[in-house]
């Protein structure tokens, strides 16, 4: 069985800081993980993805993401945040030649002017 | 290509009446998502399809929910009769197949059940 947890389900952060939303996730075999963010009255949107290769993936708009094996995490970064930020985030994960991703409860990002 | 379309973008009805849901994957895309989000319980898969055939309904709720695809380029969820805790959002994705692709996500519908 595959299962992701997003600890917090909000998340608060002064425009021009850096923010971190956080993800970890358990599966069998190699993993595919997915940032995906919901705008409000919108569908899903895909930010980035890890398959293979470097541990850190860059996606839209200014964010990133680092895959850490050992503490089979996937934490979303940005250096500095905007306003426009705001939205919820979700991480997904597929693995173990599963075609359907398993979703996390999603993460509200409060991005203060 | 214009996304994953679903109609209509809100719907409102009374208890009790048949509703139902409409989606245009993105041609070429071999699998189907249907999904619901709700505030309590978040985003749940209810079924999806693989070139057209129902793989797993797991997810759907109770027999007042049914799904067709019945051509690669359209899908249907119907609630019969619906209730008023059916009231959601239900999303429709699709994928080109492969665990590798990201989910391609259709607007979705509001659902009000009065």
């Known amino acids: 069985a595959q299962s992701v947890a997003q600890p917090e389900d909000q998340v608060n952060v002064a425009e021009g800081n850096p923010l971190t939303v956080k993800c970890t996730y358990s599966?069998?075999?190699?993993?595919?993980l997915f940032w995906y963010v919901q705008y409000p009255n919108r569908g899903l949107q895909f930010l980035l993805k890890?398959?293979?290769?470097?541990?850190l993936v860059k996606g839209s708009y200014g964010f990133e993401a680092e895959f850490n094996k050992s503490q089979t995490s996937f934490h979303l970064k940005k250096p500095s945040a905007l306003v426009s930020d705001s939205a919820l985030y979700f991480c997904?994960?597929?693995?173990?030649?599963?075609?359907?991703?398993?979703f996390g409860r999603g993460t509200s990002l409060i991005v203060h002017p | 290509d214009a996304g994953v379309i679903q109609s209509p973008r809100h719907e409102v009805t009374e208890m009790g009446q048949e509703v139902t849901l409409r989606c245009k994957p993105i041609?070429?895309?071999?699998?189907l998502f249907w999904y619901r989000q709700t505030m309590m319980r978040g985003l749940e898969l209810l079924i999806y399809f693989n070139n057209n055939v129902p793989i797993d309904d797991s997810g759907m709720p109770e027999d007042r929910f049914s799904a067709k695809m019945p051509n690669a380029s359209f899908s249907t969820l119907k609630i019969q009769p619906s209730e008023p805790r059916d009231s959601a959002v239900y999303f429709c994705a699709s994928n080109p197949g492969g665990a590798s692709y990201e989910q391609y996500f259709g607007p979705g519908t509001r659902l009000t059940v009065t």
């Open positions: 041609s070429g895309h071999d699998y």
């Open positions: 599966v069998s075999g190699n993993p595919y």
């Open positions: 890890y398959i293979t290769g470097d541990n």
């Open positions: 997904a994960v597929r693995g173990g030649g599963s075609y359907i991703p398993t």
